[in-house]
C-alpha cells in the first residue's frame, strides 16, 4: 500500500522537506532540506545566505521561488542531484529518521502535492514523483549499507 506524505503533521511527516531536522552539508548547518534545496539556486551569490537564515521553511521556499535573482544557469540539470544530497544527508545524520525510513519497507513512497507534477505526484496522480523516487533511491542504499555492517 502506497504511503503518501506531504503534511506537517501526519505521521510520515519526517518525509517532508519542510520536516525540521536540520544538518551540515557543505560545511553550513541547514534547518531543513527545504532550506538547503531552495538555496542552491543561488550557490554562490548572497542571496544563498539569505534563504538559510530563513527562519521557517516556507519563508525558505517563497524566498527560492523569487526570481529578483537569476538562478544559476545549470539549476535544471542538477536540481535532482541538489535534492538527493541533502535528503540523504538529512538521513544519515538523524538515525531515528532512518529507521523509520528503513521501516516502510517496500512500500512506494508518493509525495503527495497536488500542484506540484515534478516533485510530487500533481492532483490527478500523473506527477512524476521525483521526491519520492529520490526517497525510495536513498531507503535502498541506506538498506545496503546496513546489510555490510
Known amino acids: 500500500m502506497p504511503i ?5 503533521i501526519d505521521e510520515h511527516a519526517y518525509l517532508s ?7 551540515e552539508l557543505d560545511g553550513v548547518y541547514w534547518p531543513t532540506v527545504e ?4 538555496a542552491q539556486k543561488f550557490a554562490g551569490h548572497d542571496h544563498a ?3 538559510r537564515r530563513a527562519r521557517t521553511p ?12 537569476p538562478l ?22 538523524h538515525a531515528d529518521l532512518r529507521e523509520r525510513l528503513l521501516a516502510t519497507g517496500d512500500e512506494t513512497l508518493i509525495e503527495n502535492a497536488r500542484h506540484d507534477y515534478y516533485w510530487g505526484c500533481g492532483a490527478d496522480g500523473s506527477g ?6 529520490i526517497l525510495m ?3 535502498a542504499a541506506l538498506r545496503e549499507q546496513n546489510e555490510f555492517l
Open 72 to 93: 544559476r544557469p545549470d539549476w535544471e540539470t542538477v536540481k535532482d542531484d541538489v535534492m538527493h544530497r541533502a535528503i540523504q544527508r538529512k538521513f544519515e545524520t
Open 58 to 69: 516556507k519563508e525558505a521556499k517563497r524566498l527560492g521561488r523569487s526570481r529578483a535573482h
Open 4 to 8: 503518501y506524505f506531504y503534511s506537517q
Open 137 to 139: 533511491e536513498i531507503r
Open 49 to 51: 545566505e539569505h534563504i
Open 35 to 38: 532550506h538547503y534545496f531552495q
Open 17 to 23: 522537506n519542510f520536516s525540521p531536522h536540520g544538518f
Open 128 to 133: 512524476l514523483n521525483r521526491l519520492g523516487t
